[in-house]
């Protein structure tokens, strides 16, 4: 079997979303994602794939594409079994499209694994074989989010992510109608940075004294408002956790020394799957609690943040909710659904995504 690479390709995937996603930066009717795929000699082929988000990560379908385009010659000729050394050479090259450049990573270990018969998840620790994951609620009515809780919770789901941002009282009435639909839910928060520090706090007050009982806020305030995230923290009984704040291993180092988060939400798109390996290291060295989340990844994407998940099996929150929000597609292997359940049982190299491109 050869391990060496003979390809690099990159090309569009479209994925239509069931309705359009609401969040405090704006509206998305699709995912406009790129597929990648590392061929090897012998046909082996690792998927990767990015969801591109101009606002978050500062990537466009059009610069992922150009950036792999830069990176196959990096690429193609090396050997799958130094990934790392291959992925630290096209890091160089990359420095600050860190989306796109986890895409290529995602690949490279997809592979790797597939090329040496060794699961993701295992390759990772193979802690746990399932996770559970939350379940997000966009932006809208009262009414709305109250009949999405409703639903989701007859879905199987017990953790719900409500996205807020809009206006304190309107969001106070969305947490109370989602609460009063489901009763027995864990529910969290996510601003995406949109709230004063005054106004996040204020929120979580006004919600939890009408019963909402909050579990954890995540980036309340603009990602490099550290004194604002200090003060959330602060002025509110729950766990703040920093989304946005952190895209880096340093990032992190930042928010453990300043003490501005409780926990970090870790996404692949972020920081790859290298820089999250230096996170969670960073986090449990802190005793900072880890979420994972992901942008707008289909399975084919996804799987790697499931395969780190189980794998490390540190992760106190798993909002890898992507899949529920895009129409289904054929795509085999990643990992099985099961309500709100991930499962990466049976699988037996890299993520064992396997696709075939229309
Ligand atoms: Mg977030």
Known sequence: MSTIIRELI?????????????????????????????????????????????????????????????????????????????????????????AAHSGLEIAVLDAFGKSRGVALADMFGGVKKSVETDITLSLGTPEKAGEDAAK?????????????????????????????????????LDANQAFSPKDA??????????????????????????????????????PVAADETVFTPEDALRVVREGVADMINIKVAKCGILGALEIISICRAANLGLMIGAMMESKIGLAASVHLSCGFGCFAHNDLDSVYLLKPFECEGGFTLDGSNFSVEGITGGTGIVYEPK
């Open 152 to 188: 989701f919770i007859k879905q199987g789901f017990s953790k719900l992510k409500i996205k807020v941002g809009m206006d304190v009282q309107a969001d106070a009435d969305r947490i109370v109608a989602v609460r009063d639909n489901a009763p027995d839910a864990e529910i969290s």
């Open 10 to 98: 990159a090309e569009p995937l479209d994925l239509p979303l069931w309705e359009p996603f609401k969040i405090a930066t704006g509206t998305k009717d699709a995912a406009l994602n790129v597929l990648i795929r590392v061929v090897l000699e012998d046909g082996t082929t690792g998927f990767g794939e990015v969801a591109p988000s101009p606002y978050t990560t500062g990537d466009t379908r059009e610069t992922v594409l150009a950036v792999m385009d830069q990176l196959s010659s990096a690429v193609v000729g090396k050997d799958i079994r130094s990934w790392r050394g291959i992925l630290n050479e096209t890091r160089k090259l990359v420095r600050y499209q860190v």
């Open 201 to 238: 706090v204020e929120l979580v007050r006004r919600a939890n004294a009408r019963g909402a009982n909050i579990s954890m806020f995540e980036q309340p305030v603009r990602k490099d408002d550290f004194e604002g995230m200090r003060f959330v923290r602060d002025h509110c009984p729950l």
